[in-house]
């Protein structure tokens, strides 16, 4: 496995793993993670090396932060772990802290090491800053409950410099993003640069496209010449070649899978500018 400082000192496996897509058991309401098989996944990623663990309040009936700390409780404190929280579910004083308490308690842990304003667009942010959800933040970061201040994000790429450049001036200053990137959607690669120069580290969501890059192709020996690669293997060559990404999150839902990404993700090839 390859790994990647931020600015923070944070060494992060290139590759992340993406809890959301994990097995489940049952539907509609009743729908659960399916144990047996998700924590054997989970297990087997970090012998091979992820130490990103990515989950959020509302994943798979809000059951998923559960499982996922039940699967890393033994090596916790080896892990990176990261959660998120909708501002949506913030509508009065104290809904940030009880949820967050709620979270670490289903959870098993004493702290987050990076927790998100959930897939922010403008208008959800601006609710934030009304609700104070970023001083619960930074007053949680003081007391040790959580590590870095983060967001993820689902907007125009020009609303994450709003996000990053109010915060600061609020003295709440974001420190890691997570968004969007992939060779389909590049459209937030220039913000990469700008949350980078601002000293924020940086994580993709959807580095396959949500499984649409994951069929065989012979396009890249097309274009290059060389032996044809998995798309898969592509797209995650093209989003970690990137220097201004510190990590990929990858929502993955076997063992094979597993071993397929960690495997590109211990290479140190990378494409040249040309390709």
Request: charged residues 25%; contains cysteine; aromatic residues 10%.
């Amino acid at each position: 496995m390859n790994y990647r400082k931020d600015k923070y000192g944070n060494d992060l496996s290139i590759l992340g793993f993406g809890c959301m897509r994990l097995p489940a058991i049952g539907e509609g309401e009743n729908k659960r993670c399916d144990d047996e098989k998700c924590i054997p996944i989970i297990h087997r990623a970090y012998e091979l090396g992820i130490n990103f663990f990515d989950t959020a309040w509302g994943y798979t009936n809000r059951d998923n932060q559960r499982m996922v700390g039940k699967a890393v409780h033994d090596f916790r404190d080896k892990i990176y772990l990261s959660s998120k929280l909708p501002p949506s579910e913030v509508k009065q004083p104290g809904d940030f802290r009880r949820k967050l308490e709620h979270s670490l308690k289903l959870m098993d842990t004493d702290y987050l090491d990076f927790y998100h304003m959930h897939a922010l667009n403008a208008q959800k942010f601006d609710h934030a800053k009304k609700m104070e959800m970023d001083k619960d933040m930074l007053k949680a970061k003081e007391e040790g409950l959580i590590r870095h201040i983060s967001f993820s994000f689902h907007d125009a790429p020009e609303v994450i410099k709003y996000i990053i450049d109010t915060s600061e001036s609020y003295g709440v200053p974001m420190e890691s993003m997570l968004v969007q990137y992939n060779l389909l959607d590049r459209s937030n690669e220039e913000m990469l640069t700008y949350a980078q120069s601002k000293g924020l580290g940086t994580v993709a969501m959807g580095p396959v496209g949500g499984g649409r890059l994951a069929a065989p192709t012979d396009l890249y020996a097309k274009l290059t010449g060389k032996p044809s690669i998995a798309t898969y293997e592509l797209a995650f060559k093209f989003c970690l070649g990137n220097p201004n990404l510190n990590c990929a999150l990858s929502g993955m839902q076997n063992l094979e899978m597993v071993q397929k990404n960690i495997q590109v993700a211990s290479d140190d090839t990378t494409f040249s500018e040309e390709e």
